[in-house]
């Protein structure tokens, strides 16, 4: 579903600040591909995400997009317009839902997303749509439509924006630690709603995680980040038969130096 070819993003260019934040990134992912990233901070993976989305511009390479059965460059295309096809969830759950709107009419605006004309209004129909969606987070959110986002706790919101980035049926869905800010109960059922949903609807998924546990753990390819570069890139037969301690080691291997935080990435 996404192409990347010789992908460079560079800050600063052309000053003494200049930072090439990726390096010739090549990767190529198909439907229902679920693909877990793992690396420091700084690695370059939010950067990664940003030249998918649209929110930096690369210096070089290209970017297609499989949409409708089509490649599509989207190298040059603009962030609104690709927004309509890739989703993302940050790792804040306020970022993926509008606080001061109640949950029927965030659930709407995510409805119009694509349509070509924005004059659909709440009816019976659609609010009985969205009940029956809400109940599928067997969080309670279908009864209480009419309250503002903003009264919902912080694993309440990530799941509705999950089940609303969902139901406008991206072609790749962009996951930034989108469990990290939430406590252990919310953050496990927010990470099962994700596999179900990925599942349910072939979604191509890509997670940023900081935890190389659950990068073993899910998904069927994992990626490790370090320095703009993918340096490893495993399918699941071999991640299968890994442990955290042995993408330490094998990191060690590539790059002949320790990696940042090794016990935040071991945890």
Known sequence: MIKIENLSV?????TPDENAALKNINLNAGRGEFITIIGSNGAGKSTLYNAIAGTYPPA????YLRDNGNWQDITREPEYRRARRIGRIFQNPVLGTAGNMSVEDNMLICRKKGYKSLRISLNRK???EFRERLRELDMGLESRM???V???SGGQRQALALLMTVMSRPALLLLDEHTAALDPRNAGIVMELT????AQ???TVMMITHNMTHAIRYGNRLLMMDSGEIILDMDNAQKEKLTASDIVE???AIKRRELANDEMLLS
Do not use: K
């Not at 070089?60 to 970017?63: A, L, Q």
């Not at 596999?195 to 990925?198: Q, T």
């Open 10 to 14: 560079v800050f600063s260019p052309n």
């Open 60 to 63: 070089g390479g290209t970017i």
């Open 126 to 128: 659609l609010r009985e």
């Open 146 to 148: 009419t309250d503002n």
């Open 150 to 152: 903003g009264l919902l």
């Open 195 to 198: 596999l179900r949903f990925a």
């Open 201 to 203: 609807y072939g979604l």
């Open 250 to 252: 094998r990191f060690r």
